[in-house]
T-cell receptor, first 114, second 110 residues
Framework: ETGVTQTPRHLVMGMTNKKSLKCEQHLGHNAMYWYKQSAKKPLELMFVYSLEERVENNSVPSRFSPECPNSSHLFLHLHTLQPEDSALYLC?????????????FGPGTRLTVL | QKEVEQNSGPLSVPEGAIASLNCTYSDRGSQSFFWYRQYSGKSPELIMS????GDKEDGRFTAQLNKASQYVSLLIRDSQPSDSATYLC??????????FGAGTRLFVKA
């Protein structure tokens, strides 16, 4: 595997379900990000982890719960979601202690909440 | 609130022409600027980074930065139909926070 991978690529869930999104980066980076991309809206930063510590929580509802067990893996745990949470969820990584902070994205998980 | 503004387009150019994409940002303290290309149904792909005033060229792509005017642009020379995509401008405002514009849709007509 190379770059940033995400699983699953597609997810359909009901509002009462619990599911998790997984992200893995193979770039040796030390920062990882979750973004939400809805139609016709800019990418919204949800969470940032640097060296496995959460450094940014962008007023995200508690039904989204991130977990970063190590610098290569990032999870987003989902529970009791709403239909408006349907979107493309993107994971990214970067060398966070670099002045330049170029972010590289995974392929995304297309989430549909029924 | 820190913002990044882009014309949503669509911007339509004929094959072989120069496509010019523009972006303005509100945080004067921003230091790093990026252009991402996003094909429909795909994730953003980093194509250019620029950190100092002036031009930076990479193949058919040229990024231009003017910090005094808080303006970033991307020029695509010899545009190809495969360049048809949405181009996202992104600005690193520090502290792991990157603000993305909503993107400009580019169509290159064969």
């Amino acid at each position: 595997e190379t770059g940033v991978t995400q699983t699953p690529r597609h997810l359909v869930m009901g509002m009462t379900n619990k599911k998790s999104l997984k992200c893995e980066q193979h770039l040796g980076h030390n920062a990882m990000y979750w973004y939400k991309q809805s139609a016709k809206k800019p990418l919204e930063l949800m969470f940032v982890y640097s060296l496995e510590e959460r450094v940014e929580n962008n007023s995200v509802p508690s039904r989204f719960s991130p977990e970063c067990p190590n610098s290569s893996h990032l999870f987003l745990h989902l529970h009791t979601l709403q239909p408006e949470d349907s979107a493309l969820y993107l994971c990214a990584s970067s060398q966070g202690d670099s002045s330049y902070n170029e972010q590289f994205f995974g392929p995304g998980t297309r989430l549909t909440v029924l | 609130q820190k913002e990044v503004e882009q014309n949503s387009g669509p911007l339509s150019v004929p094959e072989g022409a120069i496509a010019s994409l523009n972006c303005t940002y509100s945080d004067r303290g921003s230091q790093s600027f990026f252009w991402y290309r996003q094909y429909s149904g795909k994730s953003p792909e980093l194509i250019m980074s620029i950190y100092s005033n002036g031009d930076k060229e990479d193949g058919r792509f040229t990024a231009q930065l003017n910090k005094a005017s808080q303006y970033v642009s991307l020029l695509i020379r010899d545009s190809q139909p495969s360049d048809s995509a949405t181009y996202l401008c992104a600005v690193d405002t520090g502290g792991f926070k990157t603000i993305f514009g909503a993107g400009t849709r580019l169509f290159v007509k064969a």
